[in-house]
T-cell receptor, first 115, second 111 residues
Framework: DGGITQSPKYLFRKEGQNVTLSCEQN?????MYWYRQDPGQGLRLIYY???????QKGDIAEGYSVSREKKESFPLTVTSAQKNPTAFYLC??????????????FGPGTRLLVL | KQEVTQIPAALSVPEGENLVLNCSFT??????LQWFRQDPGKGLTSLLL?????REQTSGRLNASLDKSSGRSTLYIAASQPGDSATYLC??????????FGRGTSLIVHP
C-alpha cells in the first residue's frame, strides 16, 4: 500500500532530551512537510522540503531540526531548546511544492508528551 | 499574511440534517482551496480540492464552493450521518505554495 507512515505513535520526552520523530513515504513525492497541531488550533508549519538535501524553515522552526538525505524520509528532531514540545505532530507529502494542482497526503501523526 | 477563519468552531446536529461549514480567507490571490477531514487522534484526509478557476467540487454527499472575490468557501454536507462526526479543516494555497490552515470546525452528528 502506498502512503505515509509516522513512528512512534506516542513519544515521551524527558527534560533536556532530544527526540526524533520518523516520517517515511513511498508515494515518490518530492515535497514533504512537518506540522504541529495543538488542541483547538490549526496546523502550524515547522519545516518543509521541496527536494532531497534541501529544506526550509516554516513559521515555528525554533527548537526543531530536520534532515532530508533520502527522498522517502524526512525525520524531525525536537531539541531541548523547544520548551513546550507537547503537541500532535503531523507529517505530509505532495508531488511537488510548486504543483498547485496537487493535494497533500498526511501520515497518522505522533503525539509527543513531556515527562 | 494569509489568514484562514472557520465558522462555527463547533457544531452539533441531529442525523439527517443538511449543514454548511464556512471558511474565509484574507488574500484572494489563491491557487487552490482544500477541505480536509480529521478524526480524533488521526491524520488529515483530503475531501475536496477546488482550483482557483473553479467554482465548486462535488464528491458524494459533499459539495464545496469557492468565491475568490469575497474570500469565502463553504462545505455543504447533505443528509448528515453519525459517521460524518469529525473535525473539518479548510486550507488555502497562495504564493508560497504552502497551504495555510484554518482551526477547523468540530462536527458532531447525533443519532
Amino acid at each position: 500500500d502506498g502512503g505515509i507512515t509516522q513512528s512512534p505513535k506516542y513519544l515521551f520526552r524527558k527534560e533536556g532530551q532530544n527526540v526524533t520523530l520518523s516520517c517515511e513515504q513511498n508515494l515518490n513525492h518530492d515535497a514533504m512537510y512537518w506540522y504541529r497541531q495543538d488542541p483547538g488550533q490549526g496546523l502550524r508549519l515547522i519545516y518543509y522540503s521541496q527536494i532531497v538535501n534541501d529544506f526550509q524553515k516554516g513559521d515555528i522552526a525554533e527548537g526543531y531540526s530536520v534532515s532530508r538525505e533520502k527522498k522517502e524520509s524526512f525525520p524531525l528532531t525536537v531539541t531541548s531548546a523547544q520548551k513546550n514540545p507537547t503537541a500532535f505532530y503531523l507529517c505530509a507529502s505532495s508531488i511537488g511544492a510548486g504543483r498547485v494542482q496537487e493535494t497533500q497526503y498526511f501520515g497518522p501523526g505522533t503525539r509527543l508528551l513531556v515527562l | 499574511k494569509q489568514e484562514v477563519t472557520q465558522i462555527p468552531a463547533a457544531l452539533s446536529v441531529p442525523e439527517g440534517e443538511n449543514l454548511v461549514l464556512n471558511c474565509s480567507f484574507t488574500d484572494s490571490a489563491i491557487y487552490n482551496l482544500q477541505w480536509f477531514r480529521q478524526d480524533p487522534g488521526k491524520g488529515l484526509t483530503s475531501l475536496l480540492l477546488i482550483q482557483s478557476s473553479q467554482r465548486e467540487q462535488t464528491s458524494g454527499r459533499l459539495n464545496a464552493s469557492l468565491d475568490k472575490s469575497s474570500g469565502r468557501s463553504t462545505l455543504y454536507i447533505a443528509a448528515s450521518q453519525p459517521g460524518d462526526s469529525a473535525t473539518y479543516l479548510c486550507a488555502v494555497t497562495a504564493g508560497s505554495y504552502i497551504p495555510t490552515f484554518g482551526r477547523g470546525t468540530s462536527l458532531i452528528v447525533h443519532p
